[in-house]
């Protein structure tokens, strides 16, 4: 894409925390580089496109985003002085221990106020606040339940099955019916793409190399 652009602008930083690359990764491209004698500017385990751009091109234009409106003024002002030179210019307000700007927390009462949209001013003790969190966790479940089951119902009437979540299947015996609601035998219908299913291997997160 970025060849066939006539002009380009690339956003990022180069003080932040680099792509993470774990080790087997890292000695694959490294045998790859050395093998064709790569330039090192596209060697993606040590470069973002940011850097790699900064390396290969490294007489153009450059401009620092400077309004900072994300960490806490104390959080970005060691950023700052450490990192930026003192260029940034921090516009955040200190926040309260609930972490947000319209609420306000009394450790010792445990009770939260705040302003609601229609800005009426209310308060409310923390673990009514938690228990009303609770229950509309709970709601949103039962309406997910739901919506799987009527979509479920609609794959039945069209002569289809819906796969289920293995842990559905867990107490399934051969010889018992499906859990998928098809009416047919667990054998006969998702047993071999349940048993599939758990041989896929997650996805994880790349170790990080000492």
Do not use: W
């Given at each position: 894409?970025?060849?066939?652009?006539?002009?380009?602008?690339?956003?990022?930083?180069?003080?932040?925390?680099?792509?993470?690359?774990?080790?087997?990764?890292?000695?694959?491209?490294?045998?790859?580089?050395?093998?064709?004698?790569?330039?090192?500017?596209?060697?993606?385990?040590?470069?973002?496109?940011?850097?790699?751009?900064?390396?290969?091109?490294?007489?153009?234009?450059?401009?620092?985003?400077?309004?900072?409106?994300?960490?806490?003024p104390e959080?970005?002002?060691?950023?700052?002085?450490?990192?930026?030179?003192?260029?940034?210019?921090?516009?955040?307000?200190?926040?309260?221990?609930?972490?947000?700007?319209?609420?306000?927390?009394?450790?010792?009462?445990?009770?939260?106020?705040?302003?609601?949209?229609?800005?009426?001013?209310?308060?409310?003790?923390?673990?009514?606040?938690?228990?009303?969190?609770?229950?509309?966790?709970?709601?949103?479940?039962?309406?997910?339940?739901?919506?799987?089951?009527?979509?479920?119902?609609?794959?039945?009437?069209?002569?289809?099955?819906?796969?289920?979540?293995?842990?559905?299947y867990r107490?399934?015996?051969?010889?018992?019916?499906?859990?998928?609601?098809?009416?047919?035998?667990?054998?006969?219908?998702?047993?071999?793409?349940?048993?599939?299913?758990?041989?896929?291997?997650?996805?994880?997160?790349?170790?990080?190399?000492?």
């Amino acid at each position: 894409a970025l060849s066939c652009a006539k002009k380009t602008v690339i956003v990022g930083d180069l003080k932040q925390l680099p792509n993470v690359v774990n080790k087997e990764q890292k000695e694959i491209t490294d045998e790859i580089f050395s093998k064709y004698n790569l330039p090192n500017a596209y060697r993606f385990s040590d470069h973002s496109l940011l850097s790699t751009m900064t390396e290969l091109f490294p007489d153009l234009p450059k401009a620092l985003l400077k309004e900072h409106y994300r960490c806490h003024p104390e959080i970005i002002g060691f950023c700052n002085q450490k990192f930026y030179n003192n260029e940034l210019i921090i516009l955040t307000k200190p926040r309260n221990a609930v972490g947000h700007n319209n609420f306000e927390y009394n450790g010792i009462t445990q009770k939260l106020s705040f302003t609601t949209a229609k800005g009426e001013n209310k308060s409310a003790y923390l673990i009514d606040v938690a228990l009303e969190c609770v229950s509309l966790s709970r709601s949103a479940y039962v309406l997910l339940f739901y919506v799987y089951e009527l979509k479920r119902y609609c794959f039945l009437q069209k002569g289809k099955r819906l796969l289920l979540n293995p842990l559905f299947y867990r107490l399934a015996k051969p010889q018992n019916h499906c859990p998928c609601g098809s009416g047919a035998k667990y054998r006969n219908c998702c047993k071999n793409d349940v048993e599939k299913r758990k041989k896929i291997k997650m996805m994880r997160y790349p170790k990080m190399s000492s």
